[in-house]
Nanobody
Framework: QAQLVESGGGLVQAGESLRLSCGVS????????LAWYRQAPGKQRELVAV???????NYADSVKGRFTISRDISRTTVALQMNSLKPEDTARYYC????????WGQGTQVTVSD
């Protein structure tokens, strides 16, 4: 069964860093692109970063230069290293795998205070 489980969220001050991790079921890890999305209250869910099965990455303009997405093949995890966090990064962050249908984790909260 496909499963994604996020961890690493928390409350930090502006300028600090967090690293999110998403455990991905072995049966889908090597087959699909993996992504991080985020959703703030009252806002639509938006794509933050994506990595495909070849390691090619793409980022939202708002996080370029600050966030890095990576895959750990041995542990079948996808990480999001978030540096220089800003209050506007506050959101619930979700791990996502492409597929038919796609698969979502339940999210982990990131809150950045002034």
């Amino acid at each position: 069964q496909a499963q994604l489980v996020e961890s690493g969220g928390g409350l930090v001050q502006a300028g600090e860093s967090l690293r999110l991790s998403c455990g991905v079921s072995r049966n889908i890890f090597n087959h699909y692109s993996l992504a991080w999305y985020r959703q703030a209250p009252g806002k639509q869910r938006e794509l933050v970063a994506v990595i495909d099965d070849r390691g090619t990455t793409n980022y939202a303009d708002s996080v370029k230069g600050r966030f890095t997405i990576s895959r750990d093949i041995s542990r079948t995890t996808v990480a999001l290293q978030m540096n220089s966090l800003k209050p506007e990064d506050t959101a619930r962050y979700y791990c996502y795998s492409t597929g038919a249908p796609g698969y979502w984790g339940q999210g982990t909260q990131v809150t950045v205070s002034d």
